[in-house]
């Protein structure tokens, strides 16, 4: 399962994604693909100059059962402490 949030995503990627994804609100894509295309899409939402950020969380064989990936500057970061990945909000 994979699950991406992106804020203001761009016509042409919502496209894409929604080939592979359901879009469960704007911006907000769900579906279950391979590795490799999951991969694909990824590198094509990092490619996207007018993404403002991107969140990509999968499953993932440790403690959590899932791995994030973050682009750009999404309101929320993730970050890592001994192993166990976080999200924190930053105040303006």
């Given at each position: 399962?994979?699950?991406?949030?992106?804020?203001?995503?761009?016509?042409?990627?919502?496209?894409?994604?929604?080939?592979?994804?359901?879009?469960?609100?704007?911006?907000?894509?769900?579906?279950?693909?391979?590795?490799?295309?999951?991969?694909?899409?990824?590198?094509?939402?990092?490619?996207?100059?007018?993404?403002?950020?991107?969140?990509?969380?999968?499953?993932?064989?440790?403690?959590?059962?899932?791995?994030?990936?973050?682009?750009?500057v999404p309101k929320?970061?993730?970050?890592?402490?001994?192993?166990?990945?976080?999200?924190?909000?930053?105040?303006?």
């Amino acid at each position: 399962m994979t699950v991406i949030a992106m804020d203001a995503a761009p016509e042409g990627v919502r496209g894409e994604l929604t080939r592979w994804f359901l879009e469960l609100k704007p911006g907000v894509f769900i579906g279950k693909v391979n590795t490799r295309i999951r991969d694909l899409l990824w590198e094509r939402i990092c490619q996207t100059d007018a993404a403002n950020g991107a969140v990509m969380a999968y499953a993932a064989p440790n403690e959590q059962g899932f791995s994030l990936r973050v682009f750009g500057v999404p309101k929320r970061r993730v970050n890592d402490f001994e192993g166990i990945q976080l999200i924190t909000i930053q105040k303006d």
